[in-house]
């Protein structure tokens, strides 16, 4: 049960991926955002700092957790399902570590 969810959530992850908007602007501001659409034609703005633009890639590590992707910029986000938010988790690039 558990891999047919973490397969599902895939699937939900690569499909929001798939309508990101690399110039989705939210008011003023100069954050790109990725915008994502369910099925029910629900609007998610997703902020990403920095000017980087992604999701790139998105991946789970061997005890089910994540899904991690990467961004632009070498950063490496987390999600986090019970707080419903991404996190920087690591980087690739020396100057963010």
């Known amino acids: 049960m558990k891999t047919i969810a973490l397969v599902v959530l895939a699937a939900?992850?690569?499909?929001?991926?798939?309508?990101?908007?690399?110039?989705?602007?939210?008011?003023?501001?100069?954050?790109?955002?990725?915008?994502?659409?369910?099925?029910?034609d629900r609007l998610e703005l997703v902020p990403v700092d920095g000017g980087a633009a992604g999701p790139e890639s998105v991946a789970f590590d061997g005890d089910g957790g994540g899904?991690?992707?990467?961004?632009?910029?070498?950063?490496?986000?987390?999600?986090?399902p019970a707080e419903r938010r991404w996190v920087e988790h690591s980087s690739s690039c020396a100057s963010e570590l």
């Open 12 to 40: 939900a992850v690569a499909v929001a991926a798939a309508f990101v908007s690399l110039d989705a602007r939210r008011g003023d501001d100069d954050v790109a955002v990725l915008e994502i659409r369910g099925d029910d």
């Open 67 to 80: 899904p991690y992707t990467g961004v632009s910029d070498g950063r490496v986000l987390r999600w986090l």
